[in-house]
């Protein structure tokens, strides 16, 4: 050790104090090495959360291991540099005979695409790799790519496929923010769709024996599904980028990442496949999986495919310190990955106003989903119609497998979630309730118990407080307001552009009507959906309560439309599961949480009766002593609940 540190130091710069220098060199390198730990602390409440809140995530992860729905989970979320909470619950392997530990390794999937986007930048920041330049000038293979229309035949309704040329070429932004044209095979139903499933792209070309330049070199064969630059679709982007790093940098993607990113960080369970000392700690895959854009995910064999777009495994403790890196503006412990500029272009939107969007993950990133992309993630844009709770300018992102993460640079907060679940199961849910319970374990500024006493109110006063409220998201932090608005009550996406049905909102006019989940919507009002945006489908739809608009729908299975004419009314979307239920139990109120999220202090099952401050503001006598205080319209009648009136106050909308 001692001579390798010495080597190439000239003799005279040694004296007697030579030995205590290299001493204390080593010691410093390995402080250095260690300054972020990654091991939680023993008071989460001086980084300003709630140990038994914080409890709630591993009962509410147990709950989900017990019913079946994945056989563990590792969670770990840090604040301002130091791990509040890591923990992991359940098993490592499908027979639930191993518990699993935290240091697990998980296939992260698509996490996989922010990992590429940083080497990328990486190499734009040192002049290798120019953002503005078409593809074709590191791939030659891209430079005559043509981009498939699909046409009918008015006589015969006959579909056919016609290419045309690019407007302008792919350039190595749009691999940055999905608006290249190239998309996954099972995101549409498109002739360029079906082109990659009977392609044998995905069993020949994603081999684990193949290579990243064999894939690249049969994807361009394939027409683009869209001009480049006007519709955001999720595919293979990151793919086609980690190759275009291995030209730029001229070593293998797993090399660059390994020599440039992941020593450097610390990360060293991160990888495109697990050695054998390693095989212990790795997660099985899910029950019923199958094929998942990689056909062999046997993670345990070497490979020589390293996708760019979904190939890498890693723990929570590696991936939590490549977030942290990014919310410290590029740097962690003294190694500097990027500059701060750079974070920042790549956690803004870089999607131009009028872009569209298209293909299964259209309702997660757009307008539905409140959120845009900036440059490898998605960004938190929009309170008003996001999913989750989160300051904006959030970014996140997921893995086929269930794997999630996002980064808070307003709360200095970074979260990591890991399971493994079949993608029929990653509609969201499980991320939704991470974040919802993350976020209701912030802790609330204590205001202590009231001086005065228990103000007596009559019963007919609280008589007009008892029902149900409903959160928008169970967050002190979030601003969000419920969602209400005059509408159907009809989630939908853009896809292939065609208006399609997501779901019907239950109880809503869509529903009543008979609108059904996979309908094509294909006129508003005589109007055809076709080129519309989903803005535009959306403003079609909304309207003053009491009106009507008709909707011309194609369903699979009937050969002729369907035409319903549909009454707008106030539509109360059905959030997050955060549900207050206010009660009269011996003259006094009681509140308890009613949906799937606990809210505060309140839990299911544990009614809490509250104190009276005055006619309509009461106080919980113990825990944070959340208060709470029933806002009425100008009728008088009770329409809100707000927790704790102030800068930390969670509001409710009355929903019965």
Not at 68 to 93: C, E, M, Q, T
Not at 338 to 359: E, K, N, Y
Request: hydrophobic letters at 45%.
């Amino acid at each position: 050790m001692l001579s390798l540190i010495s080597r190439n130091i000239p003799k005279s710069f040694w004296g007697h104090a030579a030995p205590m220098f290299i001493v204390l060199a080593v010691v410093f390198a390995m402080l250095r090495a260690f300054a972020y730990d990654t091991a939680p602390v023993s008071d989460p409440e001086a980084l300003g959360f709630s140990s038994s809140r914080l409890a709630r995530i591993a009962a509410w992860q147990q709950a989900q291991v017990d019913a079946g729905a994945f056989s563990g989970a590792v969670a770990a979320i840090a604040r301002n540099g130091k791990v509040a909470y890591l923990r992991a619950v359940g098993f490592r392997d499908r027979a639930r005979t191993v518990p699993l530990q935290g240091d697990a390794i998980f296939w992260i999937a698509s996490m996989t695409k922010p990992v590429t986007s940083v080497a990328a930048m990486m190499l734009v920041e040192e002049g290798k790799i120019d953002l503005a330049l078409p593809v074709h000038q590191y791939l030659p293979e891209f430079k005559d790519m043509m981009v498939g229309v699909e046409t009918t035949d008015p006589a015969s309704g006959e579909t056919r496929l016609a290419l045309e040329p690019q407007k302008r070429p792919m350039i190595v932004e749009d691999l940055l923010r999905h608006t290249s044209g190239l998309v996954y095979g099972e995101g549409g139903n498109t002739a360029v769709h079906k082109l990659y499933r009977e392609s044998g792209l995905y069993v020949r070309g994603l081999a684990r024996d193949g290579t990243l330049k064999d894939f690249v070199s049969r994807l361009a064969r394939i027409p683009l599904a869209h001009q480049p630059g006007e519709i955001w679709e999720y595919g293979f982007s990151d793919d086609v980028l980690g190759r275009v790093i291995e030209v730029a940098s001229g070593q293998p993607l797993d090399q660059f990442l390994y020599n440039r990113l992941f020593k450097p960080l610390g990360m060293v369970d991160t990888a495109f496949w697990v050695p054998p000392e390693k095989l212990p700690r790795l997660i099985d895959p899910p029950v019923g999986a199958g094929p998942i854009l990689l056909p062999d995910r046997d993670v345990s064999k070497p490979t020589r495919l390293f996708s760019g777009g979904g190939g890498l495994v890693s723990t929570a403790s590696d991936y939590l310190r490549f977030c942290q890196m990014l919310l410290n503006g590029g740097e962690l412990d003294g190694v500097r990955i990027l500059s701060p500029a750079t974070v920042r272009r790549m956690t803004t939107s870089s999607l131009p106003r009028d872009i569209r969007f298209a293909g299964v993950n259209s309702g997660f990133v757009g307008p539905q989903g409140g959120s845009t992309w900036g440059l490898g993630f998605a960004i938190r844009s929009d309170a008003t119609w996001s999913l989750v709770p989160g300051s904006a300018g959030s970014y996140t992102w997921s893995g086929a497998w269930g794997t999630y993460f996002w980064v808070d640079p307003a709360e200095q907060l970074v979260a990591v979630q890991l399971i493994q679940v079949t993608p029929e199961r990653t509609d969201g849910r499980f991320s939704r309730t991470f974040r919802n319970l993350t976020y209701g374990a912030f802790l609330v500024p204590d205001q202590g118990v009231p001086a005065s006493a228990a103000v007596p109110v009559d019963a007919a006063t609280l008589a007009a407080y008892a029902g149900t409220y409903r959160f928008a998201s169970s967050s002190s932090r979030d601003k969000q307001v419920p969602r209400e608005f005059a509408g159907l009550g009809i989630e939908i996406a853009m896809q292939d552009g065609l208006l399609k049905v997501v779901s019907p909102i239950r109880d809503a006019p869509a529903a009543r009507a008979g609108v059904m989940a996979n309908d094509i919507i294909t006129h508003l009002d005589d109007e055809a959906t076709q080129g519309m945006t989903l803005n535009q489908a959306l403003d079609k739809m909304r309207g003053p309560v009491n009106t009507k608009i008709r909707l011309r729908i194609m369903r699979k299975g009937q050969d002729a439309p369907i035409e319903l004419t549909i009454v707008r009314a106030v539509i109360r979307p059905q959030g997050a599961g955060a549900d207050l239920q206010v009660a009269i139990k011996d003259g006094k109120l009681q509140i308890e949480a009613s949906g799937a999220l606990p809210v505060l202090d309140f839990e299911k099952g544990a009614p809490i009766t509250v104190v009276p401050m005055s006619s309509n503001e009461f106080f919980v006598d113990g825990g944070d002593h959340t208060r709470l205080a029933f806002l009425r319209d100008g009728a008088g009648t009770t329409m809100r609940l707000v927790l704790n009136p102030g800068p930390w106050q969670i509001t409710s909308q009355r929903i019965n």
